[in-house]
């Protein structure tokens, strides 16, 4: 039977950072992947670094717009893990951060700026909100009809084709072992640990594991069922398109705040349009069927491109070669499911919400608190799953 300190499920961006991190600390780490590695959201995302507060937690009224205000003092930390990845890994990764803008056309969007640039003031995350003319000065992109926008020097884009890719293999540098298309199929407890089984193209093996980490995104409520536990993590379909390439145009990550829209251009020249509009979940036997991916809804994308070109007249000179759709993971209250549960000691979550632009600082601190270090577990505390312990009250 093969023993390790650490068994990361799900070959992510998380998963791949979380045992980059815990190798070079010299713990023995298995990450074992069901698909390929970067295959699901880490790998379908656009790429976008946002740190300002997300429209998705502005949009359903005041009570989620504070609390998620909260998660600004875990941007700030993002922020000096991106720049730290640059540092260590060059131009690889394609890591730009040349700033970001959240637009506002109408008053009742200005004054949406104004709220949200305050709560970010508080949480010091250094936005600064500007008017038609200064917008326009660092944007002509823009269309005229741009009223405000807050402006966030640090944010930007990355590859997300690369990343994980890139931290898998610094992992397995480091002394991690890396397996793709290989499963969790049981689950039981040893003297000090978990006694798993995984499955694969060459059979079934147990090993040992002190701790276990589930990286799964969409699919945590689904793995969360081999530990006797509801994880509430659910799954949710979106889309993505790419323009030909262009000269330069977009020299900084746009996002609106009143309609749903997030746009920056990418090394190469193509322009990458998304902004959190829907795709369509295909649906199994029971549920929905995570193994397909999900279909492209024809008025989402037509929404989203129209909300695009409103914003960037010039886009709509441009062909659309490509629109992809990922599936992403999201909680019941939109905020990340990061830490241990505390029921079962030894057993890690990492799932939901901005899993690409928190994913490097999740990794950092679940590291740190999986090799018993002092400083992950206050940073992760609002995000910890024991915010859900009431659902597993009657699993036993």
Same mark, same amino acid.
């Given at each position: 039977m093969t023993a390790v300190d650490v068994l990361i499920v799900g070959g992510g961006l998380t998963g791949c950072a979380t045992a980059w991190h815990l190798a070079e600390r010299g713990a023995s780490v298995m990450l074992v992947e069901a698909g390929e590695l970067n295959g699901g959201a880490s790998g379908q995302n656009a790429g976008s670094l946002h740190f300002q507060i997300e429209r998705r937690f502005l949009e359903n009224g005041p009570a989620l717009a504070e609390q998620a205000s909260r998660v600004l003092a875990l941007n700030r930390l993002a922020i000096q893990d991106w720049r730290a990845l640059d540092q260590q890994f060059g131009p690889a990764m /394609?890591?730009?951060?040349?700033?970001?803008l959240m637009v506002a056309e109408s008053d009742a969007e200005v004054a949406l700026l104004e709220r949200k640039a305050a709560r970010e003031a508080e949480f010091g995350v250094p936005t600064q909100l500007l008017d038609g003319a200064g917008v326009a000065a660092i944007a002509p992109y823009?269309?005229?009809?741009?009223?405000?926008?807050?402006? =966030?020097?640090? /944010?930007g884009h990355a590859n997300p084709r690369t990343i994980t890719r890139l931290l898998a293999a610094r992992a397995i540098e480091s @002394?991690?072992?890396?397996?793709?298309?290989?499963? =969790?199929?049981?689950?039981g407890r040893s003297a000090i640990g978990f006694q798993v089984t995984l499955a694969s193209g060459e059979g079934r093996e147990q090993v040992r594991a002190d701790r276990v980490l589930l990286a799964t995104g969409a699919?945590?409520?689904?793995?969360?069922? =081999?530990?006797n536990l509801h994880l509430p993590v659910f799954p949710a379909g979106l889309t993505m398109t790419a323009t030909e390439r262009t000269a330069p145009m977009i020299g900084h990550l746009v996002q609106h705040v009143g309609r749903r829209l997030s746009m920056k251009q990418a090394e190469s020249g193509n322009i990458l349009i998304g902004g959190g509009w829907a795709s369509?979940?295909?649906?199994?036997?029971? @549920?929905? *069927?995570?193994?397909?991916?999900?279909?492209? *809804?024809?008025?989402?994308?037509?929404?989203?491109?129209?909300?695009?070109?409103d914003t960037v007249p010039g886009v709509a000179a441009l062909n659309i070669i490509r629109s992809w759709t990922g599936i992403v993971a999201l909680t019941a209250d939109q905020l990340p499911l990061v830490g241990a549960v505390s029921r079962l000691p030894g057993l890690y979550v990492a799932?939901? @919400?901005? @899993?690409?632009?928190l994913g490097p600082t999740f990794a950092r601190l679940l590291a740190a608190e999986m090799a018993g270090e002092r400083g992950g577990d206050g940073e992760l505390a609002l995000f910890s799953p024991d915010r859900f312990d009431h659902l597993n009250g009657f699993m036993g």
């Amino acid at each position: 039977m093969t023993a390790v300190d650490v068994l990361i499920v799900g070959g992510g961006l998380t998963g791949c950072a979380t045992a980059w991190h815990l190798a070079e600390r010299g713990a023995s780490v298995m990450l074992v992947e069901a698909g390929e590695l970067n295959g699901g959201a880490s790998g379908q995302n656009a790429g976008s670094l946002h740190f300002q507060i997300e429209r998705r937690f502005l949009e359903n009224g005041p009570a989620l717009a504070e609390q998620a205000s909260r998660v600004l003092a875990l941007n700030r930390l993002a922020i000096q893990d991106w720049r730290a990845l640059d540092q260590q890994f060059g131009p690889a990764m /394609e890591i730009v951060m040349h700033g970001g803008l959240m637009v506002a056309e109408s008053d009742a969007e200005v004054a949406l700026l104004e709220r949200k640039a305050a709560r970010e003031a508080e949480f010091g995350v250094p936005t600064q909100l500007l008017d038609g003319a200064g917008v326009a000065a660092i944007a002509p992109y823009l269309s005229p009809g741009i009223r405000a926008a807050t402006w =966030l020097a640090d /944010e930007g884009h990355a590859n997300p084709r690369t990343i994980t890719r890139l931290l898998a293999a610094r992992a397995i540098e480091s @002394g991690a072992e890396v397996r793709s298309h290989t499963q =969790l199929s049981d689950i039981g407890r040893s003297a000090i640990g978990f006694q798993v089984t995984l499955a694969s193209g060459e059979g079934r093996e147990q090993v040992r594991a002190d701790r276990v980490l589930l990286a799964t995104g969409a699919a945590t409520m689904r793995t969360g069922v =081999l530990f006797n536990l509801h994880l509430p993590v659910f799954p949710a379909g979106l889309t993505m398109t790419a323009t030909e390439r262009t000269a330069p145009m977009i020299g900084h990550l746009v996002q609106h705040v009143g309609r749903r829209l997030s746009m920056k251009q990418a090394e190469s020249g193509n322009i990458l349009i998304g902004g959190g509009w829907a795709s369509r979940l295909q649906r199994g036997d029971i @549920g929905f *069927d995570l193994s397909r991916p999900a279909t492209i *809804d024809p008025e989402a994308l037509r929404a989203n491109l129209k909300a695009a070109a409103d914003t960037v007249p010039g886009v709509a000179a441009l062909n659309i070669i490509r629109s992809w759709t990922g599936i992403v993971a999201l909680t019941a209250d939109q905020l990340p499911l990061v830490g241990a549960v505390s029921r079962l000691p030894g057993l890690y979550v990492a799932a939901g @919400g901005s @899993g690409f632009t928190l994913g490097p600082t999740f990794a950092r601190l679940l590291a740190a608190e999986m090799a018993g270090e002092r400083g992950g577990d206050g940073e992760l505390a609002l995000f910890s799953p024991d915010r859900f312990d009431h659902l597993n009250g009657f699993m036993g």
